[in-house]
């Protein structure tokens, strides 16, 4: 392949190009998105019943899904959230699981949950990264006459989610929406011996459109129907609904009847402006930046078109993903001038600098290929493949460059040294190139998020990686055969590597005759560097310094959403005063629902800030903002967060969950208030929230023994009645042009709210007799818990703990040793979540997947080199590298996080690459007949230009991924110090231990083995 491609230039010149224009192809098309889209492994079943207690739902409703899906393949966990009004299930999966049949699965089997005849149908989630909103849109108008909520909703959104690339567009606040309330009087009820009941019978009787059949007249076919429906408020006022003294009652005589809106439960605004609220959220695989430019020029027009409404963007996501990918593909840039300049140092040689950098552009842009072909983005993943290959894919064509030199100081053509030097090295090369590509073999095969987050780095660098290789071994032997022309003089890169292979065939002599002192000391720096590693703090993923920071604040239980609204103002006037010139705040109040997700109630708040420019970090104002917003009277708790990056958004959740199973709700409570007592001690914690809260007073109607049944009735006769009193009855539809309102019946705000009401009421048994409910029904305060939490089929209470200033890892070590160090009952059993759990599992899995590279690259180099003892003794090489990352942590005072251990896992396959170089050519030398000390002086020497050049390439290209600072940089950071400081030590290191071992092997142990 080496001698045909020099011999025919313009063909491989023609592929070389047809490969470049295909990656510009690739490049062009390809959307970009902060992350690989991520297809996590959950389901959520969403169930409402209406004005059920938290008890009540894990009864009737949470027990009964989870028992139906107990049936359903490939679930690993199941936990549920049962609070009133709602009963939420969330499923998760084996990684691997088709979600889509998984899906059919989870419906079928919901198919058999027997359900109370009131609560809604269960309705099914499936969670994917690209359901967070990439925009937040708020609407306002001052313009009292404008129906905002209607032409956001018809209108506005419908627009905005036909644009190509937008998913959908839900909508938040702007108003209760509109009904008919016929809010009824007990005390007329009673006056006039009628029940609520009756009244909501005769007004489902009366409120129809009665299909009656047909009737034939000659040829003609007549329907017959008998229209009854409401026309206007006073046919629903005009009703009747009984008579008294031979007089009818009219609605009208026992109830208010109005076309008002829903009770009041939220509050939403922009800015201290009341706001209907948007969020665009894109299709996966959609390009977000697209996305958002063309929302951003279509809300230009709908301003046009609706002069009376102001539109704006208050949050945007798309700014920090593409701040995020510039400021890498800076990094990228400077990597590879970077690498550009190390090659012209080490060589001296511009037009050997310029061939070099050839191997850059078409080793990389086959990435863009590949990325195109298989579906993916230019994310942070993707870039970093790029900046990680910068620096690697070079290292090939410098050994095969360095060599063509040689064989052209010794008196070659052009021609024959550009084929002769490529194949000396031929095998070197493959040899190094396999063992690189092997590493990522076993990051292919791991399971978790390990596989879904890094599947793209693990192919795109190996394939950069083989087109280097052949790159190296055909475009660059060509090049050199017609372009590379070397001098007779000396040039100071010549000047200064013959005095440094001098001195480093002189350390070599004195290492080969102090091979004991040598390992020795080497033996002392690897244990130093294991020491090191207990004072590297273990990280997740970095806080993203995305200039986004959303707050969840609570009451009180009990406290009104007004309330809530109140104190939520003092919060917003506090950020204002402590963040000057933040962009934007948006409120989300009460039971309504969060716009950003999490928590709901009346004495629930969601806060989101757009910070804007600043001179701290998102996550140290959060921090401020916190212990500040802690200081004002009435709040219960306040969490701010960052949120918009990586580790804010996967799997939601705290960072640390303690997570307290049994079913004695008491016993429980009690073990989850010690605990929390014990954590508060420990460095690191900023925040401990008990899952399960107190509730708000209830009032229990409890049957008194056989009193109920005296009189023909059951719960569900009583309490189907009551129900209707106190919570309301949907009787049918008002409809006005076109547009159908709901009727809504119960009872007035006096009365619903009167003692007297519950104590005095009365309802009708089978028989429509009228009796109170105070005859066989006893009233109880009591308080129960506002949400129930269940694990795998058992109550549960978790702990959920924020963290700030120090890594998690460490964080939730001390947590477990608190945990650990306490006695319990026996019927109590704690487990983990939050992120610290997938942070354990992924973390085990690139452990393995590290473990499991090493033995593979050892077999790779055991097939090349036919030899296990030459392998073995270049497998020394990577324990070194771990002596590197541990230092490079050390000195940098940063966590590691899972790219820092991606980090380490690329080391594995790299740092071998040296001594395979040293070793192969020693062994060149020996079968030429060279004696076994001269053969490692000579054979170590010569490579130790391309040694300190392919190690210095790969560190200085990885080196601004290491020094990035900027929008995102966190997240790569830890990635750069693992190989730079991997590589730095281990490269240096082995420069005198390799050639040592090799001698005590090949002088000792070979010689016993011969005998």
């Known amino acids: 392949m080496i001698e045909g491609a020099v011999k025919r230039p313009v063909l ?37 019943y209406p004005g059920a207690s938290a008890l009540d739902i894990e009864e009737e409703v949470t027990k009964e899904v989870e028992d139906a899906l107990g049936t359903v393949t490939g679930l690993k966990k199941v936990t549920s959230n049962s609070s009133e009004d709602f009963s939420v299930v969330y499923l998760e999966f084996e990684y691997g699981v088709d979600l889509d049949v998984a899906s059919n699965d989870v419906r079928d089997a919901l198919s058999f949950a027997e359900l109370p005849d009131n609560a809604d ?60 309330n016929i809010n009824v009087s007990a005390t007329k009820l009673e006056q006039l011996g009628l029940s609520l009941n009756q009244i909501v019978q005769t007004l489902q009787a009366t409120n129809l459109d009665f299909p009656l059949g047909a009737i034939e007249r000659g040829n003609t076919r007549y329907s017959l129907r008998l229209p ?71 809300i230009k027009t709908l301003e046009q078109k609706y002069p009376g409404i102001d ?26 001038l970077l690498v550009l300049i190390i090659s012209f140092l080490f060589l001296g040689n511009i037009r050997a600098s310029l061939i070099i950098a050839t191997v850059i552009p078409t080793s990389l842009i086959i990435s863009f290929v590949y990325l195109y072909l298989s579906g993916g983005t230019l994310n942070i993943v993707s870039l970093s493949a790029i900046a990680i290959a910068v620096g690697m894919v070079v290292d090939n064509a410098i050994v095969v460059l360095e060599n063509i030199f040689r064989h052209r100081e010794a008196g070659e053509s052009r021609r024959e040294a550009s084929i002769f030097g490529a194949q000396e090295v031929g095998q070197a090369i493959l040899a190094s190139t396999i063992t690189t590509v092997a590493i990522f073999l076993p990051l292919l095969l791991t399971r978790g998020f390990v596989s879904i987050m890094f599947k793209e780095l693990a192919i795109t660098i190996p394939l950069m990686l083989i087109i280097s290789l052949i790159t190296a071994t055909t475009l660059s032997p060509m090049l050199s055969s017609r372009f590379l022309k070397i001098s007779r003089d000396e040039n100071f890169s010549d000047r200064f590597f013959r005095k440094l292979e001098k001195g480093y065939s002189g350390m070599i002599g004195w290492s080969i005759g102090n091979k004991g002192k040598l390992v020795g000391i080497f033996i002392g720096i690897f244990f130093i560097g294991l020491f090191l590693f207990r004072f590297v703090p273990m990280d997740f993923f970095p806080k993203s310094d995305t200039g986004q920071i959303e707050a969840e604040m609570e009451l009180p239980t009990g406290m009104k959403a007004e309330r809530t609204n109140e104190i939520t103002k003092e919060v917003e006037e506090l950020i204002r005063h402590e963040v000057p010139g933040v962009n934007s705040i948006t409120t989300s109040v009460g039971a309504s629902g969060s716009v950003f997700g999490g928590s709901a109630g009346p004495n629930i708040s969601s806060i989101y800030i757009d910070i804007g420019e600043r001179e701290r970090t998102t996550a140290e104002i959060a921090a401020m903002l916190e212990e500040k917003a802690r200081e004002i009277p009435g709040i219960k708790r306040i969490e701010f967060s960052v949120t918009g990056g990586l580790g804010e958004m996967h799997f939601g959740g705290s960072d640390i969950e303690v997570q307290i199973l049994g079913d004695e709700l008491k016993k429980t409570d009690s073990l989850a208030i010690f605990l929390k007592e014990k954590f508060l001690s420990i460095p690191g914690i900023k925040s401990i929230e008990i899952s399960r809260k107190q509730g708000g007073r209830e009032l229990w109607l409890v049957p008194r023994d056989e009193a109920m049944y005296s009189y023909g009735l059951s719960p569900y006769w009583v309490g189907s009645q009551l129900r209707t009193a106190f919570y309301g009855t949907e009787i049918g539809k008002y409809s006005i042009s076109g547009i159908e309102y709901p009727i809504m019946v119960r009872l007035d705000d006096d009365s619903r709210n009167s003692m007297n009401t519950i104590e005095n009421f009365q309802i009708t048994n089978p028989d429509g007799d009228l009796v109170y409910i105070s005859n066989f029904l006893k009233l109880e305060e009591r308080r129960g818990p506002i949400a129930i939490e269940r694990k795998n089929n058992e109550r549960m209470v978790s702990l959920n703990i924020s963290t700030f200033g120090r890594a998690l890892g460490d964080v939730g070590r001390d947590v477990r040793r608190v945990v650990n160090s306490t006695i319990l009952p026996s019927d109590i059993i704690i487990e983990y979540g939050g992120t610290i759990e997938e942070q354990g599992e992924s973390q085990r899995s690139l452990m393995i997947a590290i473990a499991f590279g090493i033995l593979l690259v050892f077999l790779v180099m055991a097939a090349q080199f036919e030899s296990f003892l030459d392998p073995f003794i270049i497998m020394f090489s990577i324990p070194f590298a771990f002596v590197g990352v541990s230092l490079g942590y050390f000195v940098s005072f940063q966590s590691m996080t899972l790219m820092g251990m991606v980090g380490i896992a690329l080391l594995v396959g790299i740092v071998v690459n040296n001594a395979i170089v040293m070793i192969d050519y020693i062994n060149i030398l020996r079968k030429r007949g060279m004696e076994l000390y001269d053969a490692i ?26 020094l990035s600072r900027g929008s ?14 991997g590589m730095v030590v281990a490269s240096f290191i082995t420069l005198l231990l390799i050639p040592t071992l090799y001698a005590i092997v090949e002088g000792k142990i070979k010689r016993r083995m011969v005998k």
């Open 12 to 48: 491989t010149t023609v592929v070389f190009l047809v490969l470049i224009i295909f990656g510009i192809i690739g490049f062009v098309n390809l959307p970009i998105a902060l992350y690989p889209d991520i297809d996590l492994p959950f389901l959520i079943v969403f169930t409402v």
């Open 968 to 981: 995102g940089s966190g997240l790569w950071r830890s990635l750069g110090i693992s190989a730079v400081g």
């Open 311 to 336: 539109i704006n963007v208050v949050i945007d996501l798309s700014d920090f993903v593409r701040s995020s990918i510039d400021n890498l593909v800076r990094t990228i840039s400077i990597a590879i």
């Open 228 to 298: 009854a429906k409401f026309k206007k408020i006073d046919d629903i006022r005009n009703v009747v609904v009984g008579e008294r003294d031979d007089k009818p009652i009219h609605l009208e005589d026992i109830a208010e009847v109005e076309l008002g809106t829903e009770d009041i439960e939220g509050y939403y605004r922009t800015n201290e402006k009341e706001a209907v609220i948007l969020g665009i959220q894109r299709k996966s695989g959609a390009n977000i930046v697209e996305v958002a430019d063309k929302v951003k020029e279509r």
């Open 121 to 180: 149908d269960p309705i099914l989630f499936k969670i994917s990264s690209s359901m967070a909103p990439i925009l937040i849109i708020t609407a306002a108008t001052e313009n009292p006459g404008i129906d905002i909520k209607k032409i956001v909703e018809e209108k506005i959104s419908i627009s905005l989610s036909r644009i190509e690339g937008v998913g959908s567009a839900p909508i938040w606040g702007g108003g209760e929406d509109r009904q008919v």
């Open 937 to 962: 002086i000579t054979g170590a020497s010569r490579r130790l230009r391309p040694i300190l050049m392919t190690t210095g390439t790969t560190v200085f290209g990885l080196l601004p991924l290491a």
